[in-house]
């Protein structure tokens, strides 16, 4: 044989390796209770409700949270926000980013497990599942079981209800950015416009597929959180955990008490009931992994297991990695702590923004054509456009005041009435007679104020060129 190693070639389909193109294993979680459900039915049951009852609330006699696209305005709770408050939109969303990681490294994927929408839609079909065709024990016979009119009436009685929920889902959607009264009403006379049937009709797809369907698919293969949050884990991030130095080596009934003679056991008794409460199918006893997203219904299950051998409760756990060998766990810790300082710094200041934001905006352009002109009377002039934007949902009275050297005036109406979210574009010449006082370039000050809020005042400064200096 030459110098060259034989490489043995195996064929990895005989030995149990799994193709990419296999059939997935359907999950079919058992459901179960305990402290940490109860939790999450709450959390789920209040992210779901604030989702379909959000855009039917009312403001002042309008949809309170409406994002009208073609009317280029954001209406929330009053507010309402323009192209040009673009800003705010940002700072919501870098605000929301630091709180996903502030979380993160405190409790670990805690926003998948209570509060992700994929989880809450995800939830909600499988209680409409488990409603329809009972216990996993029964939803598991009767995947086997051939067709029978019960079988087709359960299953198609949870295909149904998913698609109601899917399509409320889809409804509610648009409702956000088209009234949902409305919206709703034209059901019934199937006035409903082509964007508005795609954008419901491929909401209802979408959720009908995620949720009932893809489930745990989407958290493992789709989502990017689950692929990028475990580098923000340390040493003292909680996670769900199984205590192996309680729990090995496992083992079950009359063996474990023959074995508990020479060899003692640990508390696992190897039940299962962690892994078939998993919605993501994993065996939280081989050890924290990707797939996990700390829904704690394996806690539960084995908290009910324990209970029942008389066991202390907490097998399977939060904790952290620091605690689970023994070292002492840091609540508070520098990159912790920094998240939080930044977060809690851009709040405030978010806050303090829109507390002071003033409901009328004013830009002013000056005539870009001419530096100035002298008029046939010898008047200097110099022409302005004024663009006066009322933010507000009401109709204001505003007056434009002029501020800058004395001898210049304004050739415009000053007082003037917008709608609410009217703009103005208003031309404006500011003039002086050079054969009454001298003057300089320099800087003058718009200000456009309301006579209806005297808290609504936008200032404006620009600059006025005199000839020859
Ligand atoms: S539920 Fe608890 S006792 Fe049962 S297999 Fe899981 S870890 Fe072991
Ligand atoms: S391992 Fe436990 S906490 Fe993690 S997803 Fe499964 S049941 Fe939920």
Request: glycine share 8%; proline share 4%; with cysteine.
């Amino acid at each position: 044989m030459s110098d060259r190693q034989r490489i043995e070639v195996h064929d990895a389909s005989k030995e149990g390796a799994v193709s990419l193109y296999s059939k997935r294993e359907r999950i079919q979680i058992k459901a179960t209770k305990g402290r940490f459900q109860s939790i999450r039915n709450v959390t789920i049951l209040g992210t779901m409700g604030l989702y379909l009852l959000l855009p039917w609330a009312r403001w002042d006699g309008q949809q309170a949270v409406l994002f009208d696209l073609p009317g280029r305005q954001f209406r929330i709770f009053g507010w309402t926000f323009w192209p040009q408050d673009f800003l705010f939109l940002s700072w919501t969303l870098i605000i929301a980013a630091f709180a996903l990681f502030f979380f993160t490294v405190l409790a670990g994927r805690v926003y998948c497990g209570y509060v992700c929408p994929q989880t809450t839609w995800t939830r909600f079909f499988q209680w409409i599942e488990q409603w329809c065709e009972g216990d996993r024990h029964s939803r598991i016979k009767m995947d086997n079981a051939p067709w029978t009119a019960s079988k087709l009436f359960r299953r198609g009685s949870k295909h149904v209800l998913w698609l109601l929920l899917a399509f409320l889902t889809g409804l509610t959607f648009v409702g956000y950015f088209s009234s949902i009264t409305d919206l709703s009403l034209r059901i019934f006379s199937l006035g409903w416009g082509g964007w508005e049937l795609f954008w419901v009709g491929f909401f209802t797809v979408a959720t009908y597929g995620n949720a009932g369907f893809m489930r745990e698919q989407v958290c493992l293969h789709m989502c990017p959180y689950a692929r990028f949050q475990s580098v923000m884990f340390d040493d003292d991030t909680l996670i769900v955990s199984y205590d192996v130095a309680r729990g090995e080596p496992r083992g079950r009934g009359a063996k474990k008490k023959q074995a508990e003679e020479s060899d003692p056991l640990g508390d696992c008794i190897d039940c299962g009931m962690c892994v078939q409460v998993c919605p993501t199918g994993i065996d939280i006893r081989e050890g924290l992994q990707y797939e996990c997203i700390t829904c704690a219904a394996c806690i539960d299950a084995c908290d009910d297991v324990m209970d029942h051998i008389h066991k202390p409760r907490g097998l399977i756990r939060y904790t952290t990695d620091n605690a689970l060998v023994g070292k002492e766990s840091h609540i508070l810790r520098p990159r912790l702590l920094a998240y939080g300082a930044a977060l809690l710094l851009m709040a405030s200041l978010f806050m303090v923004s829109l507390y002071n934001r003033v409901p009328l905006q004013v830009d002013v352009l000056r005539d870009r054509n001419q530096l100035y002109r002298t008029t046939s009377t010898g008047m200097i002039e110099n022409i302005y456009r004024l663009e006066i934007l009322n933010k507000s949902q009401d109709p204001q009275r505003y007056e434009l005041v002029l501020e800058g050297p004395a001898g210049l005036s304004m050739e415009n109406r000053t007082e003037f009435t917008l709608q609410g979210g009217e703009t103005l574009t208003l031309p404006v010449t500011v003039s002086y007679d050079p054969y009454e006082v001298e003057m300089a370039s320099g800087a003058i000050w718009f200000t456009v104020r309301s006579l209806d809020d005297p808290d609504v005042e936008n200032r404006h400064e620009s600059r006025f060129i005199a000839p020859g200096r």
